[in-house]
């Protein structure tokens, strides 16, 4: 079961601040950093994660999750070009794929995926997309093509678009910039807290 509020951050120091808010599911996404560094932070982001109860989800560096102890990964699309799926299904890890159209759902569907992820679904100002906003009704779309399995939402949600992205069928909705560039980022992410708990009790 996903959590239906999906936090997105860049450190540990970030994991650090909103676990005492509620957050009870945080992807570590970092770029562009020297491995020593990356084993670093997962390895402090999992044993703030393992303190609080929350669930991990380390992003694009399957190896050092897997030699840390950590449990879940999220891969993009260029991931899959390199990760070692077998590798990963032998060390027990879980992991979500990351899809914008037909072809790379397609695609994410055949790893034997823990959950798909859809994006984005609003214009975004976190990173420049090769894909345009996916809208609510593809949201919909893609929860029926894939049934069970777990959905999340990503790309320009904030908690005003939350309940219509929630609503439209998928279990999480993944939020960076609105927690992260808030001026009150703990008590935004209280008020996510709050504001998803309804959404949580629906998830079967």
Not at 46 to 72: M, P, S
Not at 113 to 122: Q, R, S, T
Not at 160 to 180: H, W, Y
């Amino acid at each position: 079961m996903l959590d239906p509020f999906y936090v997105i951050v860049d450190s540990a120091a970030w994991i650090a601040r909103l676990l005492p808010c509620g957050v009870r599911l945080v992807q570590l996404r970092i770029k562009d950093q020297p491995d020593a560094n990356v084993r670093a932070e997962i390895k402090e982001a999992k044993a703030l994660c393992e303190r609080h109860g929350a669930q991990l989800v380390v992003n694009d560096y399957w190896q050092q999750a897997i030699d840390t102890g950590c449990t879940f990964i999220h891969l993009g699309q260029g991931d899959l070009d390199t990760a070692d799926l077998a590798a990963i299904r032998r060390a027990g890890v879980r992991f979500g794929v990351s899809t914008h159209d037909e072809a790379e759902l397609s695609r994410a569907l055949e790893t034997g995926p823990d959950y798909i992820a859809l994006g984005p679904i609003y214009p975004t100002i976190l990173k420049a997309m090769a894909f345009p906003p996916q809208g609510l009704p593809r949201l919909k779309e893609w929860k029926t093509k894939i049934g069970k399995l777990p959905l999340v939402g990503i790309g320009g949600i904030t908690l005003e678009r939350m309940a219509g992205v929630l609503e439209a069928g998928p279990d999480s909705a993944a939020v960076v910039t609105d927690i992260t560039r808030n001026a009150d980022p703990e008590q935004r992410a209280r008020d996510w807290v709050k504001a998803t708990r309804k959404f949580a009790i629906q998830i079967p």
